[in-house]
């Protein structure tokens, strides 16, 4: 394994850049994170309309929010694939694919995760902003939202952790992140697919456990800091 890391090292990180596309580990992470904070606006969006008191907003987001959540993003990769050239009326690239696919799942996800962190909010807190004069949206962006979101911190990170292993997927429309490089390094040494998966699998596990870990260690610092007197 640390001959194939002497070797493909670059490729395995970069792909072909600069002579090609990004790819491999760093378009991995550019993917999830990018990925990430776009869904981030979609989720609160959805989650306010959850949180509508009209139905006739309530209702369609909270079906289209359970649609995309029980189905495979396997599924929602093929629906941009094929449907995204059908809207704009020309090809989209992989990544483009792959990154409105994530923005649709991700979005979903966020919007139940920002709906959990909004009703967690005491209802004391948006009656004290109403009672200064705030309307309802202003309140909620002033006031709720940025509680709100503090709160979610470690849940955030926790589906950072997940959108990087989706992002594999990408695997299927060969968007060149770090699995289809992986697959493209065992292609060429045919006898070896063992450490290279095996590599594979270690960068999956490195990545995923130190951000699991910060999250754990974020959510017991946003406690602590919640629980001290200073903070009353």
């Not at 991995?28 to 609160?44: N, R």
């Not at 939202?145 to 926790?158: F, G």
Request: glycine share 6%.
């Amino acid at each position: 394994m640390w001959e194939i890391l002497q070797t493909y090292w670059l490729y395995y990180l970069i792909g072909q850049y600069p002579d090609g596309p990004l790819g491999g580990l760093a378009l991995t992470l550019v993917l999830a994170a990018l990925a990430l904070v776009l869904a981030l606006p979609v989720g609160i969006v959805l989650a306010l309309c959850r949180l509508s008191p009209y139905r006739l907003l309530r209702w369609p987001v909270t079906a289209v929010v359970f649609v995309v959540r029980g189905t495979p993003l396997l599924m929602v990769v093929f629906w941009a694939y094929f449907l995204l050239p059908t809207i704009t009326g020309h090809m989209t690239d992989q990544f483009n694919t792959m990154l409105a696919a994530l923005v649709i799942f991700d979005g979903a996800y966020l919007a139940e995760i920002i709906r959990a962190g909004i009703q967690a909010i005491p209802k004391g807190q948006m009656e004290s902003a109403r009672s200064l004069g705030f309307d309802y949206l202003r309140a909620m962006r002033l006031v709720i939202l940025p509680q709100a979101l503090r709160n979610m911190l470690p849940s955030l990170v926790n589906q950072f952790v997940s959108t990087i292993k989706e992002t594999s997927l990408g695997y299927i429309i060969s968007l060149g992140e770090v699995s289809f490089v992986a697959t493209q390094i065992n292609t060429q040494l045919l006898t070896r697919p063992a450490e290279v998966y095996l590599l594979l699998g270690l960068t999956y596990f490195v990545l995923c456990f130190s951000l699991s870990r910060f999250a754990f260690w974020l959510e017991r610092r946003l406690a602590a800091g919640a629980s001290s007197p200073g903070t009353r």
